[in-house]
């Protein structure tokens, strides 16, 4: 089959692989479309801790069931599914307590293990999720969206919160609009790009400005007070640190955007104890998959006008290049179906 292979940083071919071959609990999809995001961006720059080269990337997949494992009865060739790509332990400590996404031997699809910008693809059963009332294209935003859900569960906000969010790509607008769907009266954002806060503002931000100096008096116009939670996506060291003024005595700091492995930023300790600040961090996909397939399918988050760029997988490192450029370009998702 062909897949694209990141033999080490930096450089990424399409090339010809074995199929993979179906474990006894493992399932294997045809993979229909899988979503390039910034974590491929990290892996592919060789700063992400995780990965381990040479690597078939991709973790954002969704695809149509072709063969089971002779142990698995929930999934059928035929179905339409979507991949958790965090394989557990299910014995560590972390798993044992409901905190997989810790796991002391985790596995990742697309990071560590074969991931979907391939045809083929195998996963256990148990990271399988058959998602009948979505198309290919919506149902490979579930897991993106699932480390959303995450997020948004950690920060708890409470109803009628002012939350400031940094970042309007693909995560910052499915971030945006799960807020919208769990206690935000009031959302502002900030960009660089004006083209994403139309969007924005159509998926119902009440505040959008364009990221620079002139936001600054804007948003202390907003909220004078400062924003009960702000929420950084776009993994900038220097937007976070920026942030951190704009929390109310009492808010709370939201880390979701990925930084470099090793990036560091400067936060006032006596900040934080003075203004009753809590600082937050999101990792993966927590037992959240099952909300996100909800959210999607109740219409409570659209993916329409996403997706901007619809690839062969010939087009995995283009798609990096545009996603990082980002003018014109939200979420890249490479089909292997496609020819280029
Ligand atoms: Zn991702
Ligand atoms: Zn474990």
Redesign the pocket.
Known sequence: MRAVIVSKPGTASVESVPEPICAPDGVIVRVERCGVCGTDQHLFEGDYGLARYPVIPGHEISGAVVEVGREVSSVHPGDHVVIEPNI?????????TQR?N?????RVIGINQPGGFAEYVQAPERNIYVVAGLSAAQAAFVEPLSCVVHGVRRLALQPGSRVLLAGAGPIGLLMLQTLRRSGAAAIAVTDLHTFRLELARRLGADACLQAGAAASAALREVAPLGFDAVIDCTGIPQVVESLVPYAANGGKVLLFGVAPEHAQMTIRPYELFQRDLTILGSFAVAYTFDAAIVLLEAGAVTVDGLVTHHLGLDGFVSGLTAARAGEGALKVQLDPALAT
């Open positions: 557990h332990c299910e014995h560590c400590s972390y798993c044992r997989g810790h796991c002391l031997d985790l």
